[in-house]
């Protein structure tokens, strides 16, 4: 739902940019780096190496590769916090859970791919659904015992019922407070089946939503590790930067084929 | 004898009339936001064009959405059965019915009486549907009755790998921007679909005619996806398949009323 760009030179992060889009995601890429070039003060020729990432990672112009994001995630939150042992991804469309080993290497993880049950994208189709607005949702926090259950795991099928409900006369942030606790319960499901290792960290954008975060602390009994105040959305991009940087020649095939033998994955729901 | 249906849909309610074992008319209005609201539009307006009164009704039953608060309806019946028996009373060879509607999608499985066998139905996601379909015309600017005709001009469908309709609306801009051919996605699209729907079909047991039914039968190419896919060449009906559910729930009643005052259904037995 977003593009995110990130450029780092030997010292570190210079600038970031974020940009949600509608359209294509080809055109999103190309401006989200240009400004993110603009903020860092660099042309593009000044960029040594560029690596892209994600669910459109191979849409993104002139980019030297594309790298699976998990290794992106794994490379970021290892430089951020060390000792994080599970990392938790849940953007707008994607929703991945990985180990890292104590070697620092990848261990078991766990990719929804097929079903946007639990990701971001389900938050945001019922929050436009409800007219409440996303950034609005921490303040929206309802009595207890007035938050209806919300059964639908599909954000179609959850749309309709969240304005049944509505129709029967439900508060419309009540509402969103149910839709809230099962995306989060979703989330915490995935993480359970994968196991808990502490300590965990939580990147991607639904790591910016409060309410999400509390239910998520709160079922999985961990607070999450401090990422040391980057933003949790361009982790991804930051990861990718970061490959570029130790000069992982690697084309995204090689890559992948190097990645896939400790790729074990644990099944989609 | 007449009796009436009225089926209260996502997207559209319906209704049908029929007297004697013949289908005398048919209505359809865009739902509103409360189920019995849309069925007193709908029925209103079809006794008012046949210049008939509620009082004239010997029987009529709901099915849909809300189908329990129609208050001019005797019964209410699940909308199954409803498909199952309208699609066997036009056609009685037909053996498997595939309902799309515009939030679900069943399989039903009908008996040589026109009995409900069983079915299969789409519960947790939303491909397959009628919607998976407005998301994807939609995401291709296309409005969703342009994508039956749209996709049977492709020559080369695209292949959609993921079966969730939201992530393949990102798929579906990307492949534009690319520069395919727009009549490949949407054949990719209707392909997508159709696959969900032979899943449901496979599972319930295929059984030869197959009728489809609901909204998503007025997508030609969605239909030929489908035949292409279960090996057959589905019936076709002389009336819109979408008001399978209306047609099904005014014989119903008619069967009902029959047994009620003791008479022998003329089109045998029902669920």
Partial sequence: MSAKAAIIDDSGL????????TGYPQEAAAEVTKNALARAGVIRSGISRFLSTGFGGKA??????????????????????????????????????????DTGGLGESAITDMCTAGMGMFLEAISTALEVPLGDMAGGASLPGRTPFIDNQCPVFAESEAISLINEGYDRYDVFAGVTSAVANKIAGLVRRLGVIEEVAMVGGVA?????????????????????????????????????????????????????DRFRRKGTP | MLTAGCDIGAL???????????????????SR????????????????????????????????????????????????SCHARGAHWLIPSVRTVIDGGGQDCKAIRVSEQGRLVDFRMNTKCAAGTGKALELMARSLGVDVAELGPLSLQSKDPVIMNKPCCILTQIEVK?????????????????????????????????????AVTGGVAKNAGLVKCLEHYLGVVTVRFQVDPQLMGAIGAAVLAADRRSWTVGGQSTSGAVQ
């Fill in chain 1, 14 to 21: 210079l600038a970031f940019e974020i940009l949600p889009y």
């Fill in chain 1, 60 to 101: 993104v112009p002139h980019s030297d590769g594309v790298v699976p994001d998990t290794v992106c995630f794994q490379r970021a939150v290892k430089k951020l916090n060390p000792r994080a042992k599970t990392v938790v991804n849940v953007g707008g469309h994607s929703f991945t859970v990985f180990h890292i080993e």
């Fill in chain 1, 208 to 260: 910016k939503n409060r309410p999400v975060m509390a239910i998520l602390e709160r079922n999985l009994g961990v607070r999450f590790a401090d990422l040391g105040g980057v933003d949790p959305q361009i982790v991804a991009a930051y990861g990718a930067a970061l490959l570029a940087r130790e000069g992982c020649s690697l084309d995204s095939q090689r890559l992948s084929d190097s990645t896939a």
């Fill in chain 2, 12 to 30: 559209t309610t319906k209704a049908a009339v029929i007297r004697d074992d013949v289908l005398l008319g048919c209505e359809v209005v865009p």
């Fill in chain 2, 33 to 80: 936001a409360k189920a019995v609201q849309s069925a007193a539009d709908v029925m209103d307006k079809l006794l008012a064009r046949m210049g008939f009164s509620y009082g004239q009704l010997d029987h009529c039953i709901s099915t849909g959405y809300g189908r329990n608060l129609v208050t001019f309806a005797n019964l209410n019946m699940s909308e199954i």
């Fill in chain 2, 174 to 210: 990307r492949l534009i921007f690319e520069g395919r051919d727009r009549a490949d996605i949407a054949a990719g699209a209707n392909d997508m679909v159709a696959r969900e729907i032979m899943h449901l079909v496979r599972d319930v047991g295929q059984e030869n005619d197959i």
